[in-house]
């Protein structure tokens, strides 16, 4: 899981193009608070989940709280990897 978290963290640095190091960023550090991510970022993160990791979301999926932390999006990931 933490190889996981690190290409979670690395996606969401390029993703978002944030001014900080994938290694900066804590697994349970709150992203939308921490990094001012909006409903635009939460959609580029949701394209980069299907780009960088094959896992796509329907409407029915699409929750705030997957993107709470890196934890919960990694997961979110894991949980759909093993489907």
Not at 18 to 43: C, H, K, N, Q, W
Not at 61 to 77: G, H, K, L, P, Q
């Amino acid at each position: 899981m933490e190889d996981l978290k690190t290409r979670v963290k690395i996606m969401i640095v390029e993703r978002l193009f944030l001014d900080v190091t994938a290694g900066e960023i804590g697994d349970r550090t709150p992203l939308m608070e921490t990094y001012g991510v909006d409903s635009v970022a939460l959609f580029e993160l949701a394209l980069g989940l299907e780009d960088e990791f094959g896992v796509s979301m329907d409407d029915v999926d699409f929750d705030i709280n997957t993107f709470r932390t890196v934890t919960s999006i990694a997961e979110f990931v894991h949980e759909r990897q093993e489907a």
